[in-house]
């Protein structure tokens, strides 16, 4: 498959809609035993808004490409650096509605990996079982924008 931009950022807001709520749920009722807290939500949503920004950067590497394809090696990379990123900026800085006094790194860890886990599994199985044309459609899957490409 060849996801277009649209397609990227509508697999990732599906699946961390979908699988990354699910997988946060546990988080979000104390697992980690720090008690529950909406904080793991809010990761998850920065999750999704700063990877909407890197994916433009992957779409546009992407391009580079023999295929214009993105191997799963490099989806594995990106996952990790995208962890990198998002629990530098929460330590040094932090993000509204995630103050630095309540982020824990080893929890966001925990967390980041599984959500992430979960997410790179469900698109690598659950999405191409229950949408089939979904890797016929560049990774769109609420129908052609404007800018798509075919």
């Known amino acids: 498959?060849?996801?277009?931009?649209?397609?990227?950022?509508?697999?990732?807001?599906?699946?961390?809609?979908?699988?990354?709520?699910?997988?946060?749920?546990?988080?979000?009722?104390?697992?980690?035993?720090?008690?529950?807290?909406?904080?793991?939500?809010w990761v998850l949503f920065y999750v999704g808004l700063i990877g909407c920004g890197w994916d433009v950067l992957y779409n546009f590497l992407m391009g580079w490409m023999w295929d214009h394809?993105?191997?799963?090696?490099?989806?594995?990379?990106?996952?990790?650096?995208?962890?990198?990123?998002?629990?530098?900026?929460?330590?040094?800085?932090?993000?509204?509605?995630?103050?630095?006094?309540?982020?824990?790194?080893?929890?966001?860890?925990?967390?980041y990996s599984f959500v992430w886990v979960c997410i790179y599994l469900s698109s690598w199985v659950v999405m191409r079982i229950l949408f089939p044309r979904w890797r016929f459609r560049g990774g769109e899957w609420l129908g052609k924008w404007p800018y798509s490409r075919g």
Not at 14 to 31: N, V
Request: proline share 6%.
């Open 1 to 41: 498959m060849t996801p277009t931009l649209i397609g990227r950022w509508q697999t990732r807001v599906f699946l961390l809609a979908t699988i990354g709520g699910l997988a946060t749920l546990p988080f979000y009722f104390g697992l980690t035993g720090h008690g529950g807290s909406l904080i793991y939500f």
């Open 69 to 111: 394809d993105w191997p799963g090696f490099l989806q594995l990379l990106a996952g990790i650096w995208e962890g990198l990123f998002l629990g530098t900026v929460l330590t040094i800085t932090g993000l509204p509605y995630i103050p630095t006094q309540r982020f824990y790194l080893g929890d966001f860890i925990l967390h």
